[in-house]
C-alpha cells in the first residue's frame, strides 16, 4: 500500500515562500509517477481544501483559485517527489498541508473525496 510523506512545513513572514515535498513512504516499493498526486491544506475550524493536482506525466496541472498564480506544482523524477512551491503566503494560510493520490488511473481532481493514501500533514505557519 502506498504511503505518502508530506514534509517542508515551517513558520513564514506574510509574503514569503516555502517549498513543500511529497514524497513515497519508504515501507512502499511504488513510485509517485504512477499516480495524479494532490495537495490539500485543513486550517483550524475549515474543511480540508483542494489547492492543486498534477498528472502522472506532468503535464496536467490543476489549481484552486485561491492559490493560482502564486502556488506551483511540479515533479521531480530524480527524486520521485511532487513539490509544491508556494509564494506570496499569507496569514490566512497557515494550515496543516497534506498530499494524496488518485488511485489506479484516476485523473487529476480537486475533490477530497477523489484521493487516498493521504499523509500526516506537515505544518505551515504564517505570521509576523
Known amino acids: 500500500q502506498l504511503q505518502l510523506v508530506e514534509s517542508g512545513g515551517d513558520l513564514v513572514q506574510p509574503g514569503g515562500s516555502l517549498r513543500l515535498s511529497c514524497t513515497a513512504s519508504?515501507?512502499?516499493?511504488?513510485?509517485?509517477?504512477?499516480?495524479?498526486i494532490g495537495w490539500f491544506r485543513q486550517a483550524p475550524g475549515k474543511e480540508r481544501e483542494g489547492l492543486s493536482c498534477?498528472?502522472?506525466?506532468?503535464?496536467?496541472?490543476w489549481y484552486a483559485d485561491s492559490v493560482k498564480g502564486r502556488f506551483t506544482i511540479s515533479r521531480d523524477n530524480a527524486n520521485d517527489t511532487v513539490p509544491l512551491l508556494m509564494a506570496g503566503l499569507k496569514l490566512e494560510n497557515t494550515a496543516e498541508y497534506y498530499c494524496?493520490?488518485?488511485?489506479?488511473?484516476?485523473?487529476?481532481?480537486?475533490?477530497?473525496?477523489?484521493?487516498?493514501?493521504w499523509g500526516q500533514g506537515t505544518q505551515v505557519t504564517v505570521s509576523s
Open positions: 494524496a493520490r488518485r488511485p489506479n488511473l484516476g485523473r487529476c481532481s480537486l475533490r477530497e473525496g477523489d484521493f487516498i493514501s
Open positions: 498534477i498528472s502522472p506525466d506532468g503535464d496536467s496541472l
Open positions: 519508504k515501507l512502499t516499493l511504488r513510485s509517485l509517477r504512477l499516480y495524479s
